[in-house]
């Protein structure tokens, strides 16, 4: 039977075109020439004896992912996170989908700009539990057990990384238990791994812009970081 | 083994166009310009100390079944879901998820009656779900008093959080709006609390989506839209259909 999903569905292809839009709202037409996976790159972020305690944070401010940074004008990373946990009694790669989602990554993009989250936090009490500061331009997080490494990684929180641009990355642990550590049921090595795939682009002609604005030919939009936050400008 | 959807097919994407049409059946067209992804924003409902009570026993056999018991009295605005200038849109997937305090596992799913729910309002103060009239029913013996109306929920066990949570109660969120929530308990159990009991997790409602700026589109473009030339999506109707009380269509 052949499998149900498309592993490729969301990346990009030669002859593509693509709308690349700037956190600033600043737009551009491309083609993308060439295509390359990523492959996985892997970067371990708590082990025996590196936990990250209950409420903890594994850095203040990121960690800058630097390498992720393109290092030619006409060059597109498109960047998929997943977090990936081995147990190291068994060597067996960890089911983290069955973790709950109180174990997050907090991204920035580019370096320095917190993304996720709302325009505004609230202040929320639900059956008297309160809850201050939910939301806001800090407080949207991806739950590890939504990014797990399998074959068909998700691609909601796609990157898509320029010249001059690189993300930055923290863990926040907010159960009740160590991330990492050498007991409890989370004492595992656990890796945030980046895959994904690199393209070269290249302009677009007339005759190719025209058609793309006339609507008879087909683009995917693509926003670098994000949109604004309502705080830096009115 | 992998799963068998698509997470993306219900967001929108940069260079597209979406019609939306208000609860009053206003409508208009919208191209996406930007988009990002809201991350899980989350409200704790219940934990170790703070629980929510179980339903009543029924009293007999010809007794109504008890309602359900509810966290609070009036659904909860979430304000920091309200977009804050008038070219953008959030949407929102509602999610509840339960953490089982003694392992740091998520609570699977499949033990979760669908007897606890989701009521909304969108916008604040407008309940949503449901059917237009209510009625009487009984069903082999058992009467269920004022069935429909506004009793439509969202039953939590569908709306599971995995990688996959369910688009069918994505609310779209403009500028000026926000919606309000609270959870309702028809099942036996005691939701939160202490351990050792049966629903005894700490339960929280959470909030993805996606964020987008758009622009309205250019008469040019109107008139290709409406010529069928230029393909769009239409989104859920923020708001939702008005009650018949309000509007005779």
Redesign the interface.
């Known amino acids: 039977m052949a499998?149900?999903?498309d592993r490729m569905?969301?990346y990009l292809s030669p002859d593509d075109f693509i709308?690349i839009?700037d956190p600033e709202?600043n737009s551009n037409f491309f083609k993308v020439l060439k295509d390359e996976p990523l492959g996985q790159i892997k970067v371990p972020f708590a082990n025996a004896a590196n936990p990250i305690a209950p409420g903890g944070v594994s850095d203040v401010p990121r960690v800058p992912f630097d390498f992720l940074e393109p290092a030619r004008q006409n060059r597109l990373f498109q960047i998929r996170v997943n977090i990936f946990a081995i147990d190291r009694a068994t060597a067996v790669l960890v089911d983290i989908?069955?973790?709950?989602?109180?174990f997050?990554l907090e991204w920035g993009l580019p370096v320095g700009t917190v993304?996720?989250?709302?325009?505004?936090?609230?202040n929320?009490?639900?059956?008297?539990?309160v809850?201050n500061g939910?939301?806001?331009i800090n407080?949207?997080?991806?739950?590890f057990?939504?990014?797990?490494t399998?074959?068909?990684l998700?691609?909601?929180?796609d990157l898509w990384l320029l010249f001059g641009t690189y993300p930055d990355f923290a863990v926040r642990n907010?159960?009740?238990?160590p991330l990492g550590g050498d007991g409890?049921?989370?004492a595992y090595d656990w890796y945030i791994s980046i895959q994904g795939r690199k393209y070269i682009l290249g302009d677009v002609n007339k005759e190719e812009l025209e058609k793309i604005l006339n609507?008879t030919q087909k683009?995917?939009?693509?926003?670098i970081?994000?949109?604004?936050a309502?705080t830096t400008k009115a | 083994m992998a799963q068998p959807y698509d997470r993306m097919d219900a967001y929108l994407f940069p260079g597209e166009f979406v019609r939306f049409t208000s609860m009053f059946g206003k409508s208009q067209w919208i191209h996406i310009e930007a988009d990002e992804p809201l991350g899980q924003i989350k409200v704790p409902f219940t934990n170790a100390i703070v629980s929510m009570a179980r339903r009543a026993s029924r009293g007999g056999v010809n007794n109504p079944v008890p309602p359900s018991t509810f966290l609070d009295a009036d659904p909860i605005p979430m304000t920091m879901l309200e977009p804050q200038r008038e070219d953008r849109i959030y949407q929102v997937r509602p999610v509840v998820f339960a953490y089982d305090r003694t392992t740091g596992l998520l609570v699977n799913r499949n033990i979760i009656p669908p007897l606890l729910d989701l009521e909304w309002e969108y916008p604040v103060g407008s309940r949503r779900g449901g059917t237009d009239q209510v009625a009487d029913i009984t069903i082999n013996g058992i009467p269920n008093l004022q069935r429909g109306g506004n009793h439509g929920r969202i039953p939590v066990n569908m709306i599971y959080t995995r990688d996959d949570p369910s688009e069918v109660w994505d609310l779209f969120i403009f500028f000026k709006s926000y919606p309000a929530f609270r959870v309702l308990n028809g099942t036996r159990g005691l939701v939160g609390g202490g351990a050792g009991l049966e629903l005894s997790f700490d339960w929280y409602l959470t909030f993805q989506g996606r964020k987008y700026i758009f622009r309205r589109a250019t008469s040019e473009e109107e008139q290709k839209l409406d010529n069928g030339e230029i393909p769009y999506r239409s989104i859920p109707s923020p708001g939702g259909v008005p009650p018949t009380l309000l509007r005779r269509e």
């Open positions: 499998r149900p999903y569905k969301y709308k839009i709202g989908a069955t973790i709950a989602p109180l997050e993304r996720g989250g709302s325009d505004i936090t609230g929320i009490t639900m059956n008297g539990i809850s939910i939301g806001g407080g949207g997080r991806i739950p057990n939504q990014i797990y399998r074959d068909d998700n691609e909601v929180f907010q159960s009740t238990f409890g049921p989370l609507r683009y995917r939009g693509i926003t970081g994000g949109i604004k309502i």
